[in-house]
Structure formats: C-alpha cells, structure tokens
C-alpha cells in the first residue's frame, strides 16, 4: 500500500508542473510524425469507447 501511495505523490507533483517535465527530441519528432498521419486520415484510429472495450483495464473508474 505504500508503494502505491508514493507514487500516486510522485505523479501527483508531477502533474502540478507538466512544463517542466523535458520532450526529448526523439519524443518530439515521434508526435511530429502521428500527426501527420493522423491529418492524412483522421479516421485511422480508434474512439476511447473502442479502446475500453478492447482493453477493458481502461474503464474501471477511479
């Protein structure tokens, strides 16, 4: 149970500066390069109803 709640306190300070967190450069051209294919077929992908059914792990509440 400690473990779990240290590091709900870790993304919680986390989550309280997200700027400050670095975008490695990797990590940039990556997003760069999902939204160009996205703008090419923005149709491509999966709604969140999709995801949760497909990974049912991702719509448990909180």
């Known amino acids: 149970m400690y473990l779990i ?7 919680d300070s986390i989550a309280q500066v997200p700027e400050q967190i670095p ?3 990797w990590q940039k051209e990556e997003l ?3 939204k160009v294919t996205y703008l090419q077929n923005p149709d491509s992908g999966s709604s969140w109803e999709e995801i949760k059914e497909r990974f049912p792990l991702f ?4």
């Open 23 to 25: 975008v490695l450069d």
């Open 59 to 62: 719509s448990r509440s909180k």
């Open 32 to 34: 760069a390069k999902r």
């Open 5 to 11: 709640a240290a590091g709900s306190a870790v993304w």
